[in-house]
């Protein structure tokens, strides 16, 4: 352990701590560095490590109790992630909150006055209690009126807020994944995206509203009920009472449990949304492939896995209210054979005795109830750390932010000496030094084997990724550096497999606008020759596509993509495989709207037909993500035993 502290406490690790001048506190900041640093829990690998080789009874004291409170940190920061969800609601929460304390101030009293009720029959003649007992109730009736008024405050504001906090939290939420980068996508499904959307917000806003006023409901009932009990009769009381606090110790216990099988669920949740979701989504291919059975299995093989952590959840949750249960019962046991004691000795009145036994069980059955309300509140916070994770998750390449260009884009686009992996495949080099200058208004042609990397250029020109090593650069402008929204209204892409949204052929053209700016979508859906299919339908150009636009032909669908593409005038345009998987007829329909599009503009082009390769000015030929042939199609060509050549003859440039 000495030679690793030697080793680490080198230029870098000191610089970071060098604040700290006590030997002692730096080497344990150091190993608090080191775990953080590397991921490793701090009470398993480094710390047992110096609880058995440490020589330093001090320092090892010290360090264990830094474990401590980093831990207890740790719970009191969850906790605060979820408080600060509150804040905006604050006032009606604090208007609810107000309504509960009056209407359980007000049950409370109820007790009390059932004693004195019954004390009131008991000792007084037949005209002062009629009396007296007419006074109490019509009391009692206005103070109940009050009491149920303040409930129906209570309960509706309480659920409007949680509505409230729902929106604020989906809304947030949803902002945060779609600022995230497209690596985040490759590694996780939309299943899990979906499940957090849904699932995990409405339980933070549920243990935000109902299960918090529920919790200081029982709370100030437990107060004041174990008060009026020591009020009523103390040593009563104490016998009671006695216990509580070991049931309090285990059920702390339940709950941090509870909390951890929580977080599990939540996980299985996720994955069960990911695999519902991708196959009802893809249901065509299920069923072509008759894959109805085994998807079905599959599903509930995940079922019966979640089902196991629901079990280690009912189990701890059925010793959670057992525990607290058997509590309840045995403090009105203690109640009615001490009370009845106390009763026979005349220490104690009918009346009082009965006051007792009601507060008695306002305590069993709010003891019960933040029981519940504890478990609750572990599940939420199991499920707000997920949401926190995901809020406050920074996008390596941001939506907004960086220069643009005050005058108008050229479309000269240059990759210099540009290597990149892909996140999910860090060791698997898709470009390597690969190099590129594309003047504006030409036409470049990116042909190869499949996987050579052409889709991998756009990708990057988009900024869907940032390169490795290398930079790209649009009129000689660092593409890091440049707004990437502004970036995205100068470049537009037609990809092979165009994905439209269940709204109308007009609102797919349109989600290529720039929203400040008017659109003449008739015109557009003309260049594009999408009026040719729509004359024929009943609502034209409002005609509803369906989910990814399944009423429509591929020919259909690439033609709305095309004129979603030109509704913003981009200044380069991005054509990836775009006829590749069309019949004779719809390719016609499309390279006509196609060689509308290309004049005047930067064009890329993933190529896979000799019609687009030979109309190029360049033709870039790519292996193994490097550039190995450039030139006209004719001067390819004529290269005898070139790579192009090969593709050509065996048409692999796919």
Known sequence: MTLIWKFFTRNIISQKIKFCKSPI??????????????RINRKTCIFN????????????????????????????????????????????????????LISSTITMAVPFCLGKLIDIINTSDKKDMKKNLNQLCIILFGIFALGGLCNFC????????????????????????????????DKCNTGEFVGRLSGDTQLVSNALTSNISDGLRFAFMSISGISMMFYTSPKLAIVSLAIVPPVAGLA????????????????????????????I????????????????????????????????????????????????NMIILSVLYYGGAMISDSSLTIGSLSAFLGYAVYVAISLNGLSSFYSELNKALGANIRLVELIEK?????????????????????????????????????????????????????VGASGSGKSTIASLLLRFYDPNLGSILLDNYDLKFLNPAWVKSQISIVSQEPILFSGTIRENIL??????????????????HILEFTENMPNGLDTVVGERGITLSGGQRQRVAIARALIKNPRILILDEATSALDAESEHYVQKALEKAVQGRTVLTIAHRLSTIKN????????????IETGSYKELMNLKDSYFNKLIQHQTFT
């Open 154 to 185: 209570r309960v509706y504001l309480m659920s409007t807020t949680g509505h409230r906090i729902t929106q604020s939290l989906r809304k947030q939420l949803y902002a945060a994944i779609l600022r995230q980068e497209i690596a985040i996508f």
């Open 49 to 100: 490590t110096l609880r058995y080789y440490g020589t330093n009874t001090l320092e090892t004291k010290t360090l264990n109790s830094t474990v401590r409170f980093i831990a207890k940190k740790k719970e009191t920061s969850e906790l605060k992630n979820l408080i600060v969800l509150a804040v905006p609601e604050k006032w009606r929460l604090f208007s609810a909150i107000t309504f509960l």
């Open 25 to 38: 506190i730096h080497k344990q900041l150091f190993y608090i560095y080191l775990t953080s640093s590397a």
């Open 394 to 446: 920074e996008s390596a390449i941001p939506i907004y932010g960086g220069e643009i260009l005050k005058n108008q884009l050229s479309g000269d686009i240059e990759f210099r000496n540009v290597s990149f992996a892909y996140p999910t495949r860090e060791n698997i080099w898709v470009l390597k030094n690969f190099s590129l200058k594309i003047p504006s208004c030409t036409l470049v042609a990116i």
């Open 511 to 528: 989600y290529g606008a720039i929203d400040s700016i008017k659109y003449d979508v008739e015109e557009i859906a003309k260049r594009a």
């Open 616 to 627: 190029a000015d360049k033709v870039i030929v790519l292996k193994q993500g490097q550039m």
């Open 281 to 328: 989504s893809n249901i065509r291919t299920v069923k072509a492939f008759s894959k109805e059975i085994n998807e079905t299995n599959y599903y509930n093989s995940q079922l019966d896995d979640m089902l196991k952590v629901c079990y280690k959840e009912s189990l701890c949750r059925g010793m959670f209210f057992g525990l607290t249960g058997f509590s309840g």
């Open 252 to 279: 702390i216990v339940c709950g941090r449990f509870l909390k951890k099988i929580s977080r599990d669920i939540q996980n299985n949740l996720a994955s069960l949304n990911i695999i519902s979701e991708e196959r």
